[in-house]
């Protein structure tokens, strides 16, 4: 299953699949047709813990087979197709079963499982830059050397992020996972004196997010001019699936001499 978007639907398809009393053959069980009842629940795996939860067919899914109660699926031929979609980020498994016993070639039942699958933020979103030493706010207008002051080269600077699903609402599990994923700040120059562009330093940076929002008030860019800051997966790499490139902040500067 490739990676998917927090929030956004995902097909999975199911096919039901073994042995029946006449046909000892492993393969698709086409006599298994119809509206069938199965039992659907999510597993976190990474992290091991979540609040919200899948949804199969737009409804919640609990996340313990106990737990777990049954949607009316419709198969043709042994195989049948879902809709997913899982609001938050990590690591899932969905754990399906059919344990009726309508089914005369299944009297006892069948259960199987998705190989899990990852659920990425769809991006992440600046706010509250401001200066750390009096929180004066960045004046997000400046263009050019004419324009209002905000800091001075190489002073910290406060920013929040907020890592999001595809309809923008917080991902509570981004930076919980098992080595807690974190979020890279990437200047990119609007104007500037020449054309240096050092990255944005920090000691501590982002290394707390609760309910997927992070602040960091160490930040500082060693240079003069106006940037744009652009949020990013740290390692470029989340759960293995790859990057996820964030919203471009509004201009941040002017950036003058100490």
Same mark, same amino acid.
Not at 49 to 60: C, D, E, Y
Not at 158 to 184: C, I, K, M, R
Not at 204 to 216: R, Y
């Given at each position: 299953?490739?990676?998917? !978007?927090?929030?956004?639907?995902? !097909? ?30 999510? !597993? ?141 700040? !990437? ?72």
């Amino acid at each position: 299953i490739p990676a998917q !978007t927090a929030a956004t639907n995902f !097909t999975l398809y199911l096919a039901a699949y073994g042995q029946t009393p006449t046909d000892a053959t492993c393969g698709i069980i086409e006599s298994y047709s119809g509206v069938q009842n199965i039992n659907f629940w999510s !597993t976190y795996n990474n992290p091991a813990t979540g609040t919200l939860q899948v949804a199969v067919n737009g409804s919640n899914v609990a996340t313990s087979e106990g737990a777990s109660a049954p949607q009316a699926v419709t198969f043709t031929n042994g195989q049948a197709s879902i809709t997913a979609n899982y609001p938050d980020v990590g690591q899932m498994t969905l754990g399906m079963k059919d344990d009726t016993t309508a089914n005369p070639d299944l009297p006892n039942g069948i259960a199987g499982g998705s190989d899990p699958f990852v659920v990425r933020p769809a991006g992440f979103v600046l706010s509250n830059i401001m200066r750390s030493s009096d929180s004066f706010p960045n004046p997000g207008t400046a263009v050019d050397q004419t324009g209002a002051r905000f800091i001075a080269a190489g002073e910290n600077m406060t920013v929040t992020v907020t890592a999001v699903n595809s309809l923008g609402n917080p991902t509570p599990n981004y930076g919980q996972e098992s080595a807690a994923e974190s979020v890279l700040l !990437t200047s990119t120059l609007v104007a500037a004196g020449g054309v240096n562009n050092p990255p944005v330093n920090f000691s501590t940076g982002f290394n707390g997010f609760v309910n997927g929002v992070d602040t960091g008030t160490d930040f500082n860019w060693p240079e003069v001019g106006i940037i744009t800051l652009t949020p990013s997966v740290f390692d470029a790499d989340y759960l293995g699936t790859g990057d996820v490139t964030g919203t471009v902040s509004a201009n941040v500067g002017r950036f003058y001499p100490a």
